[in-house]
């Protein structure tokens, strides 16, 4: 059974840094992706980065050069280091997993089948 848990969420001000940590119960060195998503109030889920074979690394748009996501595989462990949070970064933040996948890692929450229940991010201006 696979399980995921975030941690490392928090409320910061406008400018500051979080480092989110995933805790899961898989072989992260195993061809996979993971990834973290986020939700804000009132928004849909949207892809933030994600991790593959090799670490190759996809990351929104509105994340590059702020995010940075990296793994641990000797402690199954993915990570989310942000950098200049600002208000529009507040969200439930989710990691991901989808297990087997091949290729360049996708932001596509299709793609995803194991998920955990999500930190809370809040920015304050």
């Known amino acids: 059974q696979v399980q995921l848990v975030e941690s490392g969420g928090g409320s910061v001000q406008s400018g500051g840094s979080l480092r989110l940590s995933c805790a899961t119960s898989?072989?992260?060195?195993?061809?996979?992706?993971m990834a973290w998503f986020r939700q804000a109030p009132g928004k849909e889920r949207e892809g933030v980065a994600a991790?593959?074979?090799?670490?190759?690394?996809t990351y929104a748009d509105s994340v590059k050069g702020r995010f940075t996501i990296s793994q641990d595989n000797a402690k199954n462990t993915l990570y989310l280091q942000m950098n200049s949070l600002q208000p529009e970064d507040t969200a439930i933040y989710f990691c991901?997993?989808?297990?087997?996948?091949?290729?360049?890692?996708?932001?596509?929450?299709?793609?995803?089948?194991?998920w955990g229940l999500g930190t809370q991010v809040t920015v304050s201006s």
């Open positions: 991790i593959g074979s090799q670490g190759r690394t």
């Open positions: 991901a997993i989808a297990p087997g996948a091949l290729g360049f890692p996708t932001l596509r929450q299709s793609a995803y089948t194991y």
């Open positions: 898989v072989y992260t060195y195993n061809s996979n992706y």
